[in-house]
Structure formats: structure tokens, C-alpha cells
């Protein structure tokens, strides 16, 4: 499907993403409201953010969408997109923009910081155009379910929130990574609705096998770099392995049913038509 571009569901965050951009780089509050966010987020306990940061993770994201290959076929196939698109957005940015991250920028006990001690290319955030390039393809491409994409929208917010409150992310990084990802998901939405794949092929298999190996490697991975979070990261990739297997399965007496009608000659796909006796 493509996305009904004037649904405040579609143009709304983007834009709310670019004013709050130019509000930062106008004002020049990109440090002062870093310090004031990583200092007010820690009411709650910072392994909330650990965890919300895990699902920003492009490993964790992808092997979320494995489940969607079925039931969903054009959220899975858009979701591929979008995490092509958000990768390209991101590791672009980096090539052109060193920005230091706050470790680098900043006294070490002026805020907390968790997790891998990065000091250079902070922009933009790819764990925010991760989760937004998700959340999107829910929020525009799942119809008439506004409690399922309010959450989404949110959850992909607060995992972009948690890359400032863990110390290694300016806001303006997580700015834009989020537009990056929102970008990426309505493209991949219009590039699915344009071609309309299909994930009861051998390419939809191939593509669910791969996912399948990424949700794998989350039960041995430790390339997050954070301890605290290695349980929910084993969960997360146990879940969709077995959640995506099962959907994987499912699909595969279809798979062979097509096959076979491929195989068969044309005379015996076609229908035979009985005539008609007058009378």
C-alpha cells in the first residue's frame, strides 16, 4: 500500500521532527538541552533506557520484522526497504559529518553515560532511524488501528529519547536519524505498493531466512556492548526466531503448491469448460 499522504499520520511526525531541528540549530540548544534531558531522565531507572536503546539496535529491529512475513507481506517487504534506506541515510550522514559525541565534548561527570564509550561520528543517531523506520511501517501501513500506531509511535520515541539519556547522542543526531527513518518507511510503503513483492516466494523465503539468521545471532551476540541487556536481547531474538519459524513454515505447502503449478503444462492449469445443452 502507499501511504495516504494527508493523514496527520503520514506528515505530522516529520514535520514535528524538522521544526524541533530548526528550533535547535536556531537557537544553538543542541548542548544545554542534551544536559537537561540525560539529567531529568534519570527519575526512572536508567536500565529502562538500556533496554529501549536495545530496540534501536539494527539487529534487534530486523529480527523484529520477521514475524510480519506472512500476515503482513507488504509491512515485511517495506520494512526491508526502509532498513536499506535508514542505513544509506545514516552511514552517509557520517561520511560528510563529524560531530564529537558528548564524551568527547564534554567533562565526564557532567552526564551519565552507559553503555560503549563512542567519542566520534554522533550524527546522525542510527539506533532513532531504526526504530522510526519500524514504527513508521506501522503507523502508515497498518489501517484503522490508531492504539496500535499511537504505541508504536511513542515506543519509537522513546528509543530515540534513550540514546541522550545513555550519554552518546546529541538531540539533534536523534532528530535526525528519526526523520531519516520515517522517510525510509513511506518509502519503502510506496516502493511495495508500486511493485506490489510478495513474501510467498522463493525470495520472500530467502529474505525470511536471513532475518532468521539475524534473530540467531541474538542469542550468542554480544556487540551491543551492554551486559544489563543481554537476557532481553536473547529473549527478543528466541521470540522471533521461533515466532518467525513458525511463520516460515506456514507458508512453505504454499510455496510448493506454486511450484507445482508452475511446472505443470499450460493445458492442465487451464480450467476445462463444460459446454451447455439447450433445451
Not at 529491529?61 to 514475524?67: F, R
Not at 519459524?245 to 512453505?252: F, H, Q
Request: hydrophobic fraction near 55%; proline fraction near 8%; aromatic fraction near 8%.
Amino acid at each position: 500500500m502507499r501511504p495516504p499522504l494527508r493523514s496527520p499520520w503520514v506528515w505530522l511526525p516529520p514535520a514535528t521532527t524538522l521544526a524541533l531541528l530548526a528550533l535547535l540549530l536556531a537557537t544553538g540548544g543542541n548542548q544545554p538541552v542534551f544536559l537537561a534531558l540525560n539529567h531529568a531522565g534519570h527519575a526512572v531507572p536508567p536500565l529502562l533506557w538500556l533496554h529501549l536503546t536495545m530496540f534501536g539496535d539494527g539487529a534487534v529491529a530486523l529480527a523484529l520484522v520477521l514475524p510480519c512475513i506472512r500476515r503482513l507481506p507488504h509491512c515485511f517487504w517495506a520494512a526491508l526497504a526502509a532498513a536499506i534506506f535508514a542505513a544509506l541515510w545514516t552511514q552517509l550522514t557520517k561520511q560528510f559529518i563529524d560531530l564529537p559525541r558528548p564524551l568527547a565534548a564534554l567533562p565526564v561527570d557532567q552526564f551519565y553515560q552507559a553503555g560503549p564509550a563512542y567519542r566520534r561520528v554522533s550524527f546522525p543517531s542510527g539506533h532513532a532511524a531504526a526504530a522510526f523506520a519500524i514504527a513508521g511501517i506501522w503507523v502508515m501501513g497498518v489501517e484503522n488501528k490508531r492504539l496500535l500506531r499511537a504505541l508504536a509511535l511513542v515506543l519509537a520515541t522513546l528509543v530515540g529519547l534513550s540514546r541522550i539519556m545513555v550519554g552518546v547522542h546529541w538531540p539533534v543526531d536523534v532528530l535526525w536519524g528519526m526523520l531519516g527513518g520515517w522517510l525510509g518507511a513511506g518509502v519503502g510503503l510506496a516502493l511495495h505498493g508500486r511493485w506490489g513483492w510478495r513474501s510467498s516466494g522463493v525470495a520472500g523465503l530467502l529474505a525470511g531466512l536471513v532475518l532468521a539468521a539475524v534473530a540467531a545471532s541474538l542469542l550468542v551476540s554480544r556487540h551491543i556492548g551492554i551486559p544489563d541487556v543481554l537476557p532481553a536481547q536473547r529473549l527478543v531474538g528466541c521470540v522471533c526466531l521461533l515466532w518467525g519459524g513458525r511463520e516460515m513454515a506456514r507458508m512453505w505447502p504454499q510455496l510448493r503448491r506454486r511450484r507445482r503449478s508452475a511446472r505443470s503444462p499450460p493445458q492442465a492449469r487451464e480450467p476445462q469448460v463444460k459446454e451447455g445443452i439447450d433445451g
